[in-house]
């Protein structure tokens, strides 16, 4: 089956099925209690990973002030997946002048004005300005989520806009560094196959724009510094999708917040990352609609057991 044909039909066996419902925006979805109750057991087993426990756990918002977002180098390499936010800040005058264009259908939106905030894409760009300007002593690793945007809209149910991502990161020395991403390329396959997914482990390479595209496109192959944990979805004809990935980004944030390691180098990072989503869906889409008829084995992983699905 081509995979337009097996997109549409996974996403119209989801929704039959009361784990999706269709927002009025392509790439936006509300998920049922199935879902969740699957997600969370996901979201779970990533925290649980061994040996990868005991780290600083964040939650942080969506949001990256602008000055940091911009050191993040993202709006360089990436432009056609950012967003920001827009707010009103005018008076009574400039209110009544929008509200009239909102009633004429004109373009209501140019009386806004930017809140300098940028919607996060990876929950780690979140952790890198927390220690913008100084020298890491010894490494630190986060364990972090956040719901993130990337402005990709698709009838695809694997690729959302808006959509929760777990990661596990490591800012420090390069060897600490390497060694995170290297368990991360064992770890990260080894959890996803327990809850009973086939899973593929193939180097990466961005969309990169701008000076990045000539810079990494090829390297970012070439030097191994991505690996995606990939899942035939759509059937073994067609192409996979990542469900997660583990990163090394050499110094690239090091360099960009003035972070060093004892001798005076730039600090080194990498994260293992999943998207919380997208496995779920891998899950539906391998196991059935019918979370009580899953695998024993699986409903374990997950914590899940019949009598506790929702209606």
């Given at each position: 089956?081509?995979?337009?044909?097996?997109?549409?039909?996974?996403?119209?066996?989801?929704?039959?099925?009361?784990?999706?419902?269709?927002q009025?925006?392509?790439g936006?979805?509300?998920?049922?209690?199935?879902?969740?109750?699957?997600?969370?057991?996901?979201?779970?087993?990533?925290?649980?990973?061994?040996?990868?426990?005991?780290?600083?756990?964040?939650t942080?918002?969506?949001?990256?002030?602008?000055?940091?977002?911009?050191?993040?180098?993202?709006?360089?390499?990436?432009?056609?997946?950012?967003g920001?936010?827009?707010?009103?800040?005018?008076?009574?005058?400039?209110?009544?002048?929008?509200?009239?264009?909102?009633?004429a259908?004109?373009?209501?939106?140019?009386?806004?004005?930017?809140?300098?905030?940028?919607?996060?894409?990876?929950?780690?760009?979140?952790?890198?300005?927390?220690?913008?300007?100084?020298?890491?002593?010894e490494?630190?690793?986060?364990?972090?989520?956040?719901?993130?945007?990337?402005?990709?809209?698709?009838?695809?149910?694997?690729?959302?806009?808006?959509?929760?991502?777990?990661?596990?990161?490591?800012?420090?020395?390069?060897?600490?560094?390497?060694?995170?991403?290297?368990?991360?390329?064992?770890?990260?396959?080894?959890?996803?196959?327990?809850?009973?997914?086939?899973?593929?482990?193939?180097?990466?390479?961005?969309?990169?724009?701008?000076?990045?595209?000539?810079?990494?496109?090829?390297?970012?192959?070439?030097?191994?510094?991505?690996?995606?944990?990939?899942?035939?979805?759509?059937?073994?004809?067609?192409s996979?999708?990542?469900?997660?990935?583990?990163?090394?980004?050499?110094?690239?944030f090091?360099?960009?917040?003035?972070?060093?390691?004892?001798?005076?180098?730039?600090?080194?990072?990498?994260?293992?990352?999943?998207?919380?989503?997208?496995?779920?869906?891998?899950?539906?889409?391998?196991?059935?609609?019918?979370?009580?008829?899953?695998?024993?084995?699986?409903?374990?992983?997950?914590?899940?057991?019949?009598?506790?699905?929702s209606?």
């Amino acid at each position: 089956m081509e995979r337009e044909a097996a997109q549409a039909e996974l996403r119209a066996r989801l929704i039959e099925a009361g784990h999706l419902y269709p927002q009025p925006y392509q790439g936006l979805w509300a998920f049922g209690g199935d879902f969740e109750a699957v997600l969370a057991g996901v979201e779970r087993q990533v925290h649980l990973m061994e040996p990868l426990q005991g780290v600083r756990q964040m939650t942080f918002p969506p949001f990256l002030g602008e000055r940091e977002f911009v050191a993040t180098g993202y709006m360089n390499s990436f432009p056609q997946l950012i967003g920001s936010v827009d707010v009103f800040t005018g008076d009574n005058r400039e209110h009544r002048k929008m509200v009239a264009a909102k009633d004429a259908g004109e373009d209501w939106t140019t009386y806004l004005t930017p809140a300098h905030l940028d919607l996060v894409s990876a929950p780690c760009h979140a952790t890198y300005p927390m220690h913008a300007g100084t020298t890491l002593e010894e490494p630190v690793k986060y364990e972090v989520s956040s719901r993130c945007f990337r402005h990709e809209p698709s009838d695809d149910p694997m690729r959302l806009v808006s959509f929760r991502m777990r990661e596990k990161v490591c800012f420090g020395t390069p060897e600490a560094a390497v060694e995170h991403r290297e368990l991360g390329m064992r770890v990260g396959p080894e959890l996803l196959r327990s809850m009973g997914l086939t899973i593929e482990v193939e180097p990466a390479n961005d969309p990169f724009f701008g000076r990045a595209a000539q810079i990494f496109a090829q390297g970012q192959l070439d030097a191994g510094l991505k690996y995606e944990f990939v899942c035939k979805v759509y059937g073994d004809e067609n192409s996979g999708t990542a469900l997660g990935s583990s990163n090394y980004h050499n110094d690239h944030f090091g360099l960009d917040f003035d972070v060093h390691v004892p001798g005076g180098g730039l600090a080194h990072s990498s994260c293992i990352g999943f998207g919380l989503e997208r496995v779920t869906v891998a899950l539906f889409a391998t196991h059935g609609m019918d979370v009580s008829t899953w695998p024993a084995d699986v409903r374990a992983v997950l914590g899940l057991s019949s009598d506790e699905q929702s209606a």
